[in-house]
Structures are given as C-alpha cells and as structure tokens.
C-alpha cells in the first residue's frame, strides 16, 4: 500500500519479491529466506543466522527482510468493536 506521497512501505518490495518468488522457494518451506529489494539472498535453517547474515551484508540502515517459507499462510483475525465500548450496569 502506498501513502499519499507515494513512497512505499517499509519492506512492500521485498513481500512483493517473496510472493512472487513463492512458487519456486516452496522446496525449502520451513527455512528462512533472506530478501533485499527484489533479490533473494540466501537461505537459511535459522532465523537468527538471517538476521545476521543480513545484518553483515547490508548493516542497519538498509532494509532488509528475514521471513520463513510457508506454502499457506496463517491467517491472524483480530477482532474490535466498532462503535463506543459497552459499559457494565452500575450496581
């Protein structure tokens, strides 16, 4: 999603890299994926070793993003009331 200057999110390229490369990373589900903008770096058993892996590579100011290989993703429902709260009776 863009805002209104039209600058992207934070890591919108590198989710659009991994949907888009899903297809072929499905082989190694369960693993770490490393992605920097539209290139996959690496992958890797553990989440820590992304981390640091991307960390040496592209230090803390470039972006960079570390997600596990998943063929169907989790769906998370938070659910949250839309008008004014209710209020307990008074006793």
Known sequence: MNSA???KMALEKELETYRSKLPELKTQEG???LIQGDRIVDTFTSYEDAMKEGYSK??????FLV???QAL???HFISRLVGPCPT???K
């Open 88 to 90: 307990s009776p008074s």
């Open 58 to 63: 592209f230090g803390v100011v470039t972006p």
């Open 5 to 7: 200057s039209g600058a």
């Open 73 to 75: 993703e989790q769906a």
């Open 67 to 69: 997600k596990q290989i």
């Open 31 to 33: 693993k770490y994926v």
